[in-house]
Structure formats: structure tokens, C-alpha cells
């Protein structure tokens, strides 16, 4: 959801999409480094992410919702987790898509991205996964990065139709 695949996004990089997701490379550094920064104050780190990355506001977000992910944004353990997380994806991550460039899937995938976010206005998110899946479902959701928080319901019956169809 609101992704293009990791070898396109770092083989391809643009200076816009460096500034909006500069967060793949800072938390990608070698710990502790991410983890000791983001420790000094992860309230407000992760709600300049949730706010940056997704064109949201912050009244779009349930209160419970905050106030759980404000609780895992205070587990070291979790940040680590996020940290390693974006290593993999710049190593790893990156390794296995570069072996699969040719390869083409199948069976059903549905592509969903939020049209207000920088995924809408850097590529053309359907056609970034063409090459990889020859069966795609591609549907621009309200909101940005975060649409599935901001948008539940509409997400929820996104997928459900979706899955209703791929069952059929």
C-alpha cells in the first residue's frame, strides 16, 4: 500500500523523492545512531513522519490509534525493529528485487496508494508494478501515506472487494 517496489525507488531516486523519504536513509544508519536520536524525543519524531509522509492532520488519526502508536514509538525494542526494518531494505531488500527484475507474477495483486501523497506525484504508481505482476488491481485511495489510517472503512471495503473478486 503506497509503495513502488524498493529496487525502482533507490535505483531511480530523485532529489523530491530523497527529501520526502529521507527517513529510509536516516533510520538505515548503523545503530545506535537512529535509535539513540529518535530515543531523545520518538513522540515527536514519529508524528513529523506521520504528518510529513502522508499529508495527513493529525485529527484524521483516531485517538486510541495515537495513543497505541505513541506507546510502540517509546519501545526501544520497536525503534530498533523500525531501524532494522529500512537496513534490510537498502541491503538486503534490494539484493532480492535485483534478482527478480524479470520476473512477472501472475496471480492477483492489488495496488493501492494514497493520491495525495508523493508516491501520487513521483510515479505513476500502477504501472511501477506492471512489470512485476501481469494481473493488477489498481485503485488511488483518499488521503496519503497513511490512507488505511486515515481511511479505514473505504480501505477495508477496497480490499474486501478486491478479495470477493479474486474468490470468485
Do not use: K
Not at 520497536?78 to 527484475?101: I, K, Q, S
Not at 524479470?102 to 501520487?120: F, K, N, Y
Not at 479505514?152 to 479474486?166: G, I, K, M, W, Y
Amino acid at each position: 500500500m503506497d509503495i513502488v517496489p524498493t529496487h525502482l525507488l533507490l535505483n531511480d531516486l530523485t532529489a523530491d523523492v530523497a527529501r520526502a523519504y529521507y527517513h529510509w536513509f536516516f533510520l538505515a544508519q548503523p545503530a545506535p545512531l537512529p535509535e539513540a536520536m529518535i530515543g531523545a524525543d520518538p513522540v515527536a519524531y514519529y508524528r513529523s513522519c506521520l504528518m510529513g509522509w502522508g499529508a495527513a492532520n493529525e485529527d484524521q488519526f483516531d485517538r486510541a490509534q495515537m495513543q497505541a502508536y505513541e506507546a510502540a514509538w517509546r519501545d526501544p525494542d520497536c525503534v530498533r525493529g523500525m531501524c532494522n526494518d529500512y537496513r534490510a531494505a537498502l541491503t538486503h531488500d534490494f539484493e532480492l528485487d535485483a534478482g527478480n527484475l524479470h520476473r512477472c507474477l501472475s496471480m492477483p495483486a492489488c495496488v493501492m496508494w494514497g493520491r495525495d501523497g508523493i508516491m501520487e506525484r513521483a510515479f505513476d504508481v500502477p504501472s511501477t508494478w506492471s512489470d512485476r505482476f501481469s494481473n493488477i488491481t489498481a485503485h488511488g485511495m483518499l488521503g496519503g501515506h497513511f490512507f488505511p489510517d486515515e481511511y479505514p472503512e473505504q480501505t477495508a471495503q477496497t480490499l474486501n472487494s478486491f478479495l470477493q473478486s479474486v474468490s470468485d
